[in-house]
């Protein structure tokens, strides 16, 4: 008895000194100065960030070809588990037999099993034919049963996976950050038998990082509300004053890390802007208390300044450029690193006391501003993609544009356009000649 007491409190120990080095190391990321780049600031980055894999919209991914790598046919992606608010796809539906929908048997796969051949437009599971069919089955009508955290764990563990959402030894975290299973689990999902965890066994420590307002950035590691993508598509998008802002169009995914790069949202003229699409980080929106509305704390002219494209000019899914600054005109942290060295970008948008598209003045002049630069940028046939989504704030009559350009021309002309529609000397263009454009 006494020795268990003591492995309690060296745990209570290290969980507790743990907290207070994350929190140091959150409150060090929201306050870092302007050009200072200290190493606990630059660790910080570092190991919130997963690699870059490129992105896919949803609807390409939904009907791909599944096989296995010895290409013997499994079935198509039928369907996503996705989990908006935290970031994640949770799981791959496949369909499996059936004619035209009907009579197939349904399997789901956590997104990190699978290999992507985008050449061949399919994906790939390394299991075995045998293995796969005797895999356990999804119900559709079962979903709220079969998206819980311990059947989620089991199907995680059947295909060698760890869940994103595990608290190490001690089990799996719910949604409301309880643990769940009463016994801890082994990497592969399975009940570890040895003995089970303390009743206050410490939690997954995860430092929440701000949205750049009131509703705040969750933790990516906890389970939220598991929609489905085809349920998912057509869903109301509002700010926190009821305004229309639009509805979701579209998902940007990387199906290797399972995350909802962007959620895609189509303004439908709501925002004045007819045929336009915004991208969105996803841990920027919360549901209501129906889920049948996603909430976004921006206005109407903020999503004006903020990166937006025609639905036929998508950019190039392949480069993470134009979604770091999706994030950064957002002020939400990016969850994917590119190994490029964007450390002062990263200082600059996070210091409080620099200027995003969130900043955006409500003055009607400001506005005004804002929405004829915008045009006028629009406009200009000889425009890239970068170049029609660079960042535009209007404050007391001041203009910033910020965000990547393919050419020092480009930045000029965009600086040009700028400075014939606001008051003369009052432009800082911050743009920034890309040294590898994501599109022409």
Same mark, same amino acid.
Do not use: C
């Given at each position: 008895m006494a020795a268990m007491k003591t492995d309690l409190k060296i745990?209570?120990?290290?969980?507790?000194?743990?907290?207070?080095?994350?929190?140091?190391?959150? #409150?060090?990321?929201?306050?870092?100065?302007?050009?200072?780049?200290?190493?606990?600031? #630059?660790?910080?980055?570092?190991?919130?960030?997963? +690699?870059?894999?490129?992105?896919?919209?949803? &609807?390409?991914?939904?009907?791909?070809? !599944?096989?296995? !790598?010895?290409?013997? *046919?499994?079935?198509?992606?039928?369907?996503?588990?996705?989990?908006?608010?935290?970031? *994640?796809?949770?799981?791959? %539906?496949?369909?499996?037999?059936?004619?035209?929908?009907?009579?197939?048997?349904?399997?789901? $796969?956590?997104?990190?099993?699978? #290999?992507?051949?985008?050449?061949q437009h399919i994906l790939k599971l390394d299991i075995s034919k #045998?293995?796969?069919?005797?895999?356990?089955?999804?119900?559709?009508? +079962?979903?709220?049963?079969n998206t819980q955290s311990n059947q989620l764990s089991e199907t995680y563990g059947y295909y060698s996976q760890q869940p994103y959402f595990a608290c190490g030894e001690y089990g799996i975290t719910n949604a409301d950050g309880t643990v769940a299973n009463s016994s801890p689990r082994n990497m592969d999902g399975t009940i570890n038998t040895a003995g089970s965890h303390p009743v206050d066994a410490p939690r997954n420590l995860e430092v929440a990082g701000s949205a750049g307002?009131?509703?705040?950035?969750?933790?990516?590691?906890?389970?939220?509300? %598991?929609?489905?993508?085809?349920?998912?598509?057509?869903?109301? !998008?509002?700010?926190?004053?009821?305004?229309?802002?639009?509805?979701?169009?579209?998902?940007?995914?990387?199906?290797?890390?399972?995350?909802? !790069?962007?959620?895609?949202?189509?303004?439908?003229?709501?925002?004045?802007?007819?045929?336009?699409?915004?991208?969105?980080?996803?841990?920027?929106? *919360?549901?209501?208390?129906?889920h049948d509305t996603l909430q976004v704390d921006a206005s109407k002219d903020n999503l004006v300044s903020a990166p937006h494209f025609k639905d036929g000019e998508w950019p190039d899914l392949s480069q993470p450029e134009y979604f770091s600054g999706v994030y950064r005109a957002y002020s939400v942290e990016p969850y994917f690193t590119t190994g490029a060295d964007n450390t002062r970008l990263n200082v600059r948008d996070i210091d409080s006391r620099t200027l995003t598209p969130l900043d955006q003045g409500n003055d009607q002049a400001d506005m005004d501003t804002t929405a004829q630069i915008r045009k006028g940028?629009?406009?200009?046939?000889?425009? &890239?993609?970068?170049?029609?989504?660079?960042?535009?704030? &209007?404050?007391?009559?001041?203009?910033?544009? +910020?965000?990547? $350009?393919?050419?020092?021309?480009?930045?000029? +002309?965009?600086?040009?356009?700028?400075n014939h529609i606001a008051i003369a000397g009052n432009v800082d263009n911050q743009l920034e000649v890309s040294t590898s454009p994501s599109s022409n």
């Open positions: 745990i209570t120990n290290i969980s507790a000194a743990s907290l207070l080095a994350l929190t140091a190391l959150g #409150q060090e990321s929201l306050s870092q100065p302007i050009g200072e780049t200290n190493s606990n600031y #630059q660790s910080l980055i570092q190991a919130r960030g997963e +690699r870059w894999n490129g992105a896919a919209k949803a &609807t390409d991914v939904i009907g791909m070809t !599944v096989n296995n !790598v010895q290409d013997e *046919r499994l079935g198509k992606v039928s369907d996503l588990a996705l989990d908006v608010e935290s970031g *994640r796809i949770v799981e791959v %539906i496949i369909s499996t037999g059936g004619f035209m929908g009907m009579g197939s048997t349904l399997t789901a $796969v956590p997104p990190g099993a699978f #290999q992507r051949d985008a050449a #045998q293995k796969f069919n005797a895999a356990p089955r999804f119900e559709i009508a +079962r979903w709220a049963e307002g009131s509703l705040g950035q969750i933790s990516s590691r906890k389970l939220r509300f %598991i929609e489905q993508e085809s349920k998912l598509m057509g869903t109301s !998008v509002k700010n926190l004053q009821n305004e229309n802002l639009g509805k979701v169009e579209n998902f940007a995914l990387d199906l290797s890390a399972g995350r909802i !790069v962007a959620v895609i949202v189509s303004s439908g003229g709501f925002i004045g802007i007819d045929n336009e699409l915004s991208a969105v980080p996803p841990t920027a929106f *919360r549901f209501d208390a129906e940028i629009i406009a200009d046939p000889a425009m &890239t993609v970068n170049g029609k989504n660079v960042k535009i704030i &209007t404050l007391n009559g001041h203009v910033t544009l +910020r965000g990547p $350009v393919n050419t020092a021309d480009e930045k000029s +002309r965009i600086g040009d356009i700028a």
